[in-house]
């Protein structure tokens, strides 16, 4: 699997030799010494300049680097050994190998850096994951953000985008690379999905579900022809998955869902109706959570990995909402369908708890897209700040506008590192449902207040939809209420108290 991104890496000329140095958490590669003066730097001026140290997220030693510069002290700690074989000028297009990460794929690029850039560089951050990082953002900033707005009108994404963001192991980010996916950890996942949701808050969504539900819920629990069947068509973007758990009477109480599978022979029937599902309409298949047998209370709950194109299989409604318009959100019945025995996913009257375990990587996904967006609402507010004058002054020198982006900054901030920590405690294997429960409350409440806080920075121009925040408030406030409501949250969260 490859990461492709319209990251710049540039050579000057010459062979480039890194030398690396982790800090005590081993987490960090540091100052890179280049020979023969080359290298890459991110922005036009990026020029040979012999050693130099790196220095993220500030522009403090990058020396004649327009911004901060990125080595590839990257890829040494993946093994590389140190010689560049890229081929881009500065300035011009191409493609290469970072071969030392052998994942990442990069085009050779004049940059359109925003200030995004120096957002959630942390000293947490490995060198694979800021390279991930980089990439989708470069990409999503470039190739879908632009077309954010055409999206919304359209009310759906070009079915070939899903395929191009497969190509950058979208699809598939944590499944291992024999399943198709990216072989990615959770904090890569999370800011993979940060950086996607600042250009599209839906689209996230759709990538969220995906990843976080079908793929990895498939990869854990399903069959090995369930993994056969249906892994390669999600993890390449052929095939888009719907999680079908809520119920017209059972959203908050999923164990009080009242679709029937009845046992026939050679399979299962199923009868009932489900509300709010996401990509109900443009799915191949189907999660579906149903009673098989009604005495058994949440143990009579199964799972069944449902192909749409099943007679059966009925779309009744899409939804008109607030926001998040180019991703559907529907109301399925399903009316007699037929389903063979080998799709049951999981153990019979396992269901409810397969659907609740993926929930627990589902609510990190939810809590990084909520990062994402804020991020994008308080980069347009502090950006207009420091333009728009009133009485004299820029208005980020009044107090009251300083103080509150200040605030709002704290508060983003705190919550991202927070949705970082649950990937991470994710990653090491540990149990998180009490982490991202947390990270979900905080960072989906946190999304909403820092959107209102830059629609208030830009006055009357934050309504208007042409400033970009007005959309962003619509997408991000469903947050809190989908995979679980802030309320639901705080359940889980004081039960583990
Ligand atoms: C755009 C969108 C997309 C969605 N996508 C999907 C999807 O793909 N798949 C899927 O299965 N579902 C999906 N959902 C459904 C979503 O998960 C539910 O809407 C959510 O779980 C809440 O359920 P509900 O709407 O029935 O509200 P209810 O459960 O009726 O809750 C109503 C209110 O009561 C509160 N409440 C309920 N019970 C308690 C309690 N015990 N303690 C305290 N407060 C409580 C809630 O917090 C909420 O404020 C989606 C919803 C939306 C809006």
């Known amino acids: 699997m490859e990461f492709f991104g319209a990251q710049g890496f540039h050579e000057a000329a010459g062979e480039v030799e890194g030398v690396q140095r982790e800090d005590a958490a081993g987490l960090r590669v540091q100052p890179v010494e280049r020979a023969g003066g080359a290298g890459f730097g991110h922005g036009e001026e990026a020029e040979a300049v012999g050693a130099q140290e790196e220095v993220w997220g500030e522009d403090e030693g990058a020396g004649r680097h327009g911004g901060r510069v990125a080595w590839i002290a990257r890829g040494k700690k993946a093994g590389w050994d140190g010689r560049c074989d890229w081929t881009p000028k500065l300035g011009e297009t191409g493609w290469t190998w970072l071969n030392a990460i052998g994942r990442i794929r990069c085009r050779g690029s004049r940059l359109h850096r925003t200030t995004l850039n120096d957002w959630g560089k942390t000293v947490l951050l490995n060198e694979t994951q800021m390279a991930i990082q980089d990439s989708i953002r470069d990409f999503a900033q470039a190739e879908i953000r632009p077309n954010s707005f055409a999206y919304e009108s359209a009310k759906a994404y070009p079915p070939d985008l899903f395929a191009r963001l497969a190509t950058m192991g979208l699809m598939g980010m944590t499944a291992p690379e024999e399943a198709g996916g990216a072989g990615a950890d959770y904090v890569s996942y999370a800011l993979a999905l940060i950086e996607l949701a600042a250009a599209d808050g839906a689209l996230s969504t759709i990538v969220s579900i995906q990843n976080s539900l079908l793929v990895n819920g498939i990869i854990a629990h399903g069959s090995a022809a369930q993994r056969e069947r249906f892994l390669p068509a999600l993890t390449s973007g052929r095939m888009i998955g719907a999680f079908a758990l809520s119920e017209a009477d059972a959203g908050s109480d999923a164990a009080a869902i009242a679709t029937r599978a009845v046992k026939v022979a050679g399979g299962w029937r199923l009868n009932g109706s489900k509300q709010f599902i996401t990509s109900g309409r443009i799915a191949g298949v189907a999660m579906v959570f149903a009673v098989t047998d009604p005495a058994a209370g949440k143990k009579g ?46 153990e019979e009257g396992q269901g409810y708890r397969l659907a609740l375990a993926n929930l627990e990587a589902g609510r990190i996904g939810i809590a990084a897209q909520c990062i994402g967006m804020a991020q994008a609402a308080l980069e347009i507010a502090v950006g207009y700040a420091k333009e728009r004058k009133s009485m004299g002054s820029f208005i980020i020198e009044h107090q009251a506008v300083g103080f509150r982006l200040a605030d709002l900054a704290a508060r983003l901030e705190g919550a991202r590192q ?80």
């Open 418 to 497: 927070l949705v970082l920590h649950a990937a991470a405690v994710k990653d090491a294997g540990r149990p998180c449902l009490k982490e991202a429960s947390m990270a979900k409350l905080l960072a989906s409440e946190t999304a909403e207040a820092v959107c209102s806080g830059a629609i208030q920075t830009l006055g009357g121009y934050g309504y208007l939809e042409e400033f970009g925040l007005a959309k962003i408030y619509r997408d991000v406030r469903v947050c809190q209420i989908y995979e679980g409501t802030s309320d639901i949250q705080r359940m889980v969260i004081a039960r583990a108290l």
């Open 301 to 346: 709950i199964s799972g069944f990995l449902v192909p749409t194109d099943r007679p059966g299989y009925l779309v009744d409604k899409v939804e008109h909402k607030l926001g998040q318009n180019a991703s559907d959100t529907c109301a399925i019945r399903f009316k007699d369908l037929f389903i063979e025995d080998e799709f049951l996913f999981g």
